[in-house]
C-alpha cells in the first residue's frame, strides 16, 4: 500500500433514516429479514447468485448500494458467492465476530449496515481476500440495467463507469 487515502465513493453513505429503513425492512421477506437484519447465513450451494456469471453489479439487497463487480467473482467452492474486492472500499465495513467460537470478519453494507457474509484472508491475488457473501443480501443489477434506487443519490456518470 502506499499509504494514501482512497478516493471518496461518488454514493451518498449516509445511513438511512428511520423512515426510510422501516419502509426498506417492510420490503424483505422473512429469509432475507434473518441473513439482512439478524446475521444469519443461506445454506450453501443453495443461493441463487451463486452460479450466475452474467456481467454487472452485485448490491445490498436492502438499500441498493453496489458492493461489489462481476469481475471480481470467483468460484471458491464454499457455497456462497465469492468475491475478492469490493466495488470501492469504503462500501464494505469489517466487524469482528466472534460468534459460534469462532473468531471472523462480519461483512456488512457501509450505508444500512446489513449483514452480508464474512471476508477471510484465503483468497486469490490480488488482494489475498476471499468475500463470502449470502446470495440472499444481495441483488444483480446486470450491466446496461437501471440500478434499483431506493436511496442512492449518485452522479450518473459514475454509475455507468462501475458497470
Same mark, same amino acid.
Given at each position: 500500500? !502506499?499509504?494514501s487515502?482512497a478516493?471518496?465513493?461518488?454514493?451518498?453513505?449516509?445511513p438511512?433514516? !428511520?423512515?426510510?429503513?422501516?419502509?426498506?425492512?417492510?420490503?424483505? !421477506?422473512?429469509?432475507?429479514?434473518?441473513v439482512?437484519?439478524?446475521?444469519?447465513?443461506?445454506?450453501?450451494?443453495?443461493?441463487?447468485?451463486?452460479?450466475?456469471?452474467?456481467?454487472?453489479?452485485?448490491?445490498?439487497?436492502?438499500?441498493?448500494?453496489?458492493?461489489?463487480?462481476?469481475?471480481?467473482k470467483?468460484?471458491?467452492?464454499?457455497?456462497?458467492?465469492?468475491?475478492?474486492?469490493?466495488?470501492?472500499?469504503?462500501?464494505?465495513?469489517?466487524?469482528?465476530?466472534?460468534?459460534?467460537?469462532? #473468531?471472523? #470478519?462480519e461483512?456488512?453494507?457501509a450505508r444500512?449496515?446489513?449483514?452480508?457474509g464474512?471476508?477471510?484472508?484465503?483468497?486469490?491475488?490480488p488482494?489475498?481476500l476471499?468475500?463470502?457473501? !449470502?446470495? #440472499?443480501?444481495?441483488?444483480?443489477?446486470?450491466?446496461?440495467?437501471?440500478?434499483?434506487?431506493?436511496?442512492?443519490?449518485?452522479d450518473?456518470?459514475?454509475?455507468?463507469?462501475?458497470?
Amino acid at each position: 500500500m !502506499n499509504g494514501s487515502a482512497a478516493p471518496a465513493s461518488a454514493f451518498d453513505l449516509t445511513p438511512p433514516s !428511520n423512515a426510510e429503513r422501516a419502509r426498506l425492512e417492510a420490503d424483505l !421477506n422473512r429469509e432475507e429479514a434473518e441473513v439482512l437484519l439478524h446475521h444469519g447465513t443461506e445454506r450453501p450451494f443453495c443461493g441463487g447468485l451463486l452460479q450466475n456469471k452474467a456481467q454487472g453489479l452485485y448490491c445490498c439487497r436492502l438499500c441498493g448500494l453496489p458492493l461489489f463487480r462481476h469481475a471480481t467473482k470467483f468460484e471458491s467452492g464454499t457455497g456462497w458467492p465469492s468475491f475478492w474486492a469490493p466495488v470501492h472500499p469504503a462500501h464494505v465495513i469489517g466487524i469482528r465476530d466472534t460468534s459460534y467460537g469462532m #473468531i471472523r #470478519i462480519e461483512t456488512r453494507c457501509a450505508r444500512c449496515d446489513s449483514h452480508q457474509g464474512h471476508v477471510f484472508p484465503d483468497g486469490p491475488a490480488p488482494t489475498g481476500l476471499r468475500y463470502c457473501i !449470502n446470495s #440472499i443480501s444481495l441483488e444483480f443489477v446486470a450491466t446496461g440495467e437501471p440500478l434499483r434506487d431506493p436511496l442512492l443519490r449518485a452522479d450518473d456518470d459514475h454509475v455507468a463507469a462501475l458497470q
